[in-house]
């Protein structure tokens, strides 16, 4: 048995799949882009923004499942740059706390709608 979770807190979803899905005592979290949600378009500014902007998407799907970022047991980061990994990092360190969940970092050739950060997550509910 699963269960959908949709949210306004984040980006609608841009193609046939969920913005998250439950299964168990596990939310599976489909890939955020800097997408504003109010808007559906890319964040304004650098790379920073964009992943302030994914982790902020991010934030606002494990929150309508009941769960805290802070609840993650696993990201994945899809950089078109793997130079702003540093960047991931600070954003990650300002938002979570010890012990830091694990995580899988990878350089891609693009991403959808022209981000150059998308990061997905598998959280632990209960």
């Known amino acids: 048995m699963k269960t959908i979770i949709s949210t306004d807190q984040a980006p609608a979803a ?3 799949y969920s913005q998250a899905v439950i299964h168990g ?3 599976y979290v489909s890939g955020q882009i ?3 949600p109010t808007s559906m378009e890319l964040v304004e500014g650098d790379i920073s923004a964009q992943i302030a ?3 902020d998407n991010l934030a606002g799907v494990i929150s309508a499942a ?3 970022l802070d609840d993650a047991i696993k990201f994945t980061v899809y950089l078109t740059d ?3 990994f540093p960047l991931v990092n600070e954003a990650m360190a300002e938002r979570l706390k010890e012990p830091y969940p694990a995580r899988a970092a990878i350089e ?4 959808p709608k022209g981000a150059q950060v998308e ?4 959280v632990a509910l209960g």
Request: charged share 10%; glycine share 12%; aromatic share 4%.
């Open 53 to 55: 902007q994914v982790f």
């Open 82 to 84: 793997l130079g702003n």
């Open 25 to 27: 005592d596990v939310l």
């Open 14 to 16: 841009i193609g046939t």
């Open 34 to 36: 800097p997408l504003v």
């Open 66 to 68: 009941g769960a805290e």
């Open 108 to 111: 891609v050739s693009a991403l």
């Open 119 to 122: 990061v997905d997550a598998i």
